[in-house]
């Protein structure tokens, strides 16, 4: 079963502090990821693909755990307007029957 | 500037009347995708197409029907054997690779 698991939180942060989230998938075929940044209400836009060596993106940093299945997104310094719902993706390969979202984890950011 | 738009945002219908929704892209995208999201819940996909004239049923496809007739267009049709049809609705669209998706703004419908 192609599974891809989120800690739904929500996880209450201290703006400029720093989170960390993960997300396990069970298929170790698994060809690529991506972490999406949902508003409420809103649709899914691409926060950053995720690669093998890991990457960043100013304040942001996504790293693969192909040994252990999972990725993780890293916030620093975190600001009032990064409090949002943020979906992992793993695709399989193959087609659109090959992605799977994760549910999501909410993040607050409080002042 | 390029992107993926659907039409209307909100959509309100009475139980028994088949409504359909809108998606268009003009990123020359091939595939493209719809999805349900419900609240809480992750995103469900419901049919998808990656050329002209072909889709394929998602994982929730039952009460639904799609057409793929020009690259750019692929509307949803909500029928009235979808037993639970109040939903946020998504387009998204992308290239036949593992490329990420592009998502459509989303058409909120309400059946009552």
């Known amino acids: 079963r192609k599974e891809v698991e989120q800690d739904p939180g929500p996880f209450n942060v201290p703006e400029g502090a720093t989170v960390a989230f993960n997300c396990t998938y069970s298929?170790?075929?698994?060809?690529?990821f991506f972490w999406y940044r949902q508003d409420c209400r809103k649709e899914p836009k691409l926060l950053m693909s995720?690669?093998?060596?890991?990457n960043e993106d100013g304040r942001f940093t996504a790293q693969l755990n192909r040994a252990s299945q999972y990725i993780s997104l890293l916030i620093r310094d975190s600001k009032l307007s990064d409090s949002a719902t943020y979906l992992c993706?793993?695709?399989w390969g193959g087609g659109a029957d090959g992605l799977t979202f994760g549910k999501g984890t909410h993040l607050i950011i409080q002042p | 500037d390029g992107g993926i738009t659907q039409s209307p945002k909100y959509l309100f219908r009475k139980e028994g009347q088949n409504v359909t929704l809108s998606c268009e892209q003009n990123l020359n995208h091939d595939a493209m995708y719809w999805y349900r999201q419900d609240p809480g819940q992750g995103l469900r996909l419901i049919y998808y197409s990656q050329i002209v004239n072909d889709f394929q049923k998602g994982d929730i496809a039952e009460g639904y029907s799609v057409s793929r007739e020009k690259k750019e267009s692929f509307p949803l049709t909500v029928t009235s054997a979808q037993k639970n049809p109040t939903a946020f609705y998504l387009c998204a669209s992308s290239n036949i690779d593992n490329s990420p998706l592009h998502f459509g703004n989303g058409t909120r419908l309400t059946v009552t």
């Open positions: 993706v793993v695709n």
């Open positions: 298929n170790s075929a698994s060809q690529s």
């Open positions: 995720v690669y093998s060596s890991g």
